[in-house]
């Protein structure tokens, strides 16, 4: 008598969604179709439906995956550094760093998969710019922190930083999918950091 074991899936979950990551990742959302993930994949429709949904929450479970891995700098370094300088000035350098890493496609997937959206794709459009706006806030709050510590000027403009620096990581994602080098951005960055209010305290 044979025992029935069910059917086992015949692919690596993890490997696939890195391959689907650098597939939305380098196309967008709207341009990459589901023909296109099965061909790059050799993983047929049904499975994929089976492992993660649809193309909607496939998409949804590559930007939750991006941003446990290749977008996860800039959670830490907000995070790890005691001062706000540190963290914008670590997070800009790694920028550098992963925008232009060959390993991967180009700039952030945050802010490159929602490019050139049609209608129809609004929710996915509202969803990254709610997390751009996240990231945005993490900065500030990072940067009001180090005003109340005394570290930076108490009349310093921390949602006018904020806003800058988030723009400085959208344009050296942008510029690295334009074929930046590293050391294009990283002058970026030294750029950048020379607006960073006088400290009043070590």
């Known amino acids: 008598m044979t025992v029935s074991r069910g059917r086992r899936r015949q692919f690596d979950t993890q490997q696939v969604l890195d391959m689907i990551t650098h597939a939305f990742w380098r196309s967008g959302y709207d341009g990459t179709s589901l023909a296109d993930l099965t061909s790059l994949t050799g993983v047929n429709p049904p499975s994929l439906y089976a ?35 540190r963290a914008i000035t670590r997070m800009l350098r790694e920028a550098a760093v992963v925008y232009t890493d060959p390993a991967h496609p180009k700039g952030c ?18 969803v990254m710019r709610e997390l751009r706006t996240a990231g945005r806030a993490a900065i500030k709050a990072k940067l009001t922190a180090d005003v109340e510590a005394g570290i930076l000027p108490a009349d310093t ?4 930083l904020a806003a800058f620096f988030a723009a400085v990581v959208q344009g050296m994602s942008n510029q690295a999918r334009d ?9 970026i960055a030294t750029a950048a950091l020379k607006v960073w209010p006088v400290a009043v305290a070590a």
């Not at 193309?55 to 001062?83: C, I, N, S």
């Not at 997937?109 to 509202?126: C, K, R, V, W």
């Open 157 to 160: 403009d921390t949602h006018g």
């Open 51 to 85: 492992a993660f949904g649809d193309k909607r929450a496939l998409f949804f479970e590559v930007v939750a995956f991006y941003q446990k891995t290749y977008g996860a700098f800039t959670v830490h370094a907000l995070g790890d550094e005691p001062t706000a300088l």
């Open 179 to 187: 074929g930046a080098t590293r050391e294009e951005l990283d002058q």
């Open 109 to 126: 997937l945050i802010i490159s998969a929602a490019n050139g959206l049609t209608p129809q794709s609004s929710e996915i459009s509202d």
